[in-house]
């Protein structure tokens, strides 16, 4: 009896690479097919993208794409709604959108992620909503390559359930960022806070040091296997768990969520965290652009010092010279001028014995081709010192 299985194209965009992961997923096995990390300069362009995934599909039939947005594309903000309310919650939600994050909602792809008490209920979760012009482009480029999958879209916090931590105690999963860094508590594999300070009973793994990010990648794919009921992707099929009694279950959780979720019990949930966001809703929108501003600065200032750096790779300090020059005159005499132009150095003052001057100008190692360029004329101040004018070359180092 044959066993079915169906593939899954995963992308995770990290610094300026993007890492792709091909899996293939059975009732009861999971297995990576290849992974790849593409590089650039920059971020990646969509048709680089494209190709890659092209090549790394290589003729198989993909059934889903998923795109792992990375904390920096995401907003975040803590709300009274588990994951399991999720499904009758998000309309409202999406409606107070502006009111609660940064991001309007035209432009908003929106998810939850659930947050677990200690003894592992979950009451409440975290929205994250991510720029719908930022992920569009690597959805697109993924769709070329594996068109008609489904598409589904998760944060890279909601992506880290799959990295197979059940079984440790704590766990900080730190994610570098281009302003700052980012992190996730979990707790016996399960999702309890986000960027909290970290406790020294917790083990960090760092995203791109000790987990490649191409494992993340593929983690997203299983996480909602390992992590069924603790998040709702941003685009998709919620995370749900499959068993033989799935369809009666599904009957009378339908019945019961028609009854829970009542109008008057979510307005009244919705409005409180609303007000409460409210209060912060203009600083948290500055200190956000503030953060986009300086991303923007920092890579334009990077961009500057790496053409500079290019620009003056083959210069060297002109001191060395300046000094040689200087001392030349020793206490003999009096420096009226000194330039320095196109590796060319001109001394003009006055000495008792202007010869021994041209003497060490020609033995310092960093001057050669020493040589008078006026007539020397008595000091006007001074009979015993002659007025001189000598130039020399640079030498070669």
């Known amino acids: 009896m ?11 965009p990290h610094a300026d690479s993007i890492a792709l992961a091909l899996v293939e997923l059975g009732p009861r096995s999971v297995r990576t097919l290849a992974v790849d990390t593409l590089e650039s300069a920059g971020a990646p362009t969509p048709d680089l993208l494209s190709a890659a995934a092209a090549r790394l599909v290589s003729g198989r039939t993909v059934s889903e794409i998923v795109v792992v947005a990375p904390a920096d594309w995401c907003a975040t903000r803590e709300i009274g709604i588990p994951p399991r309310d999720w499904r009758s919650a998000r309309a409202g939600v999406m409606e107070s959108l502006e009111d609660l994050v940064p991001v309007a909602a035209e432009d908003a792809m929106l998810g939850l992620l659930g947050l677990h008490e200690a003894d592992e209920s979950c009451a409440r979760g975290a929205i994250v909503v991510a720029r719908r012009e930022q992920v569009e482009p690597v959805l697109a480029a993924l769709r070329s390559a594996a068109p008609g999958a489904h598409e589904t879209v ?3 916090a909601m992506a880290a359930l799959g990295l197979g931590l059940a079984d440790e105690p704590a766990v ?3 994610e570098p960022g281009g302003v700052a860094e980012s992190s996730l508590t979990l707790r016996y594999g399960l999702p309890v806070a986000l960027d909290a300070p970290p406790a020294a009973s ?13 494992t993340l990648a593929a983690a997203a794919i299983t996480a909602r296997r390992a992590a069924p009921a603790s998040f709702a992707p941003l685009v998709g099929r919620p995370a749900r768990r499959w068993t033989r009694y799935a369809l009666p279950a599904g009957l009378v959780a339908a019945a019961a969520l028609m009854v829970a979720a009542s109008p008057f019990v979510w307005d009244s949930r919705l409005d409180a965290g609303a007000e409460d966001a409210r209060v912060e809703r203009v600083a948290l929108r500055d200190a956000f652009d503030a953060a986009q501003r300086t991303r923007s600065e920092a890579e334009r200032y990077a961009a500057l010092c790496s053409a500079f750096d290019e620009a003056t790779d083959g210069w060297r300090s002109v001191v060395p010279t300046l000094r040689d020059a200087i001392g030349a005159l ?5 420096l009226y001028r000194l330039s320095y132009d196109s590796k060319r ?3 003009t003052g006055e000495s008792a014995d202007p010869g021994a001057v041209l003497e060490r100008l020609e033995s310092a190692g960093t001057l050669s081709g020493a040589r008078s360029t006026t ?6 101040t001074d009979p015993s010192l002659r007025v001189f004018t000598f130039s020399a070359e640079e030498a070669p180092r």
């Open 202 to 214: 917790e083990r960090p793994v760092r995203i791109g040091e000790d987990i490649p990010a191409t």
């Open 2 to 12: 044959p066993i079915l299985t169906t593939t899954i194209l995963s992308a995770f």
């Open 154 to 156: 998760v944060s890279s």
């Open 375 to 380: 007539p020397m004329t008595p000091s006007p």
């Open 172 to 174: 900080r999963v730190i």
């Open 330 to 334: 020793e206490d003999s005499g009096h």
């Open 345 to 347: 150095v001109v001394l």
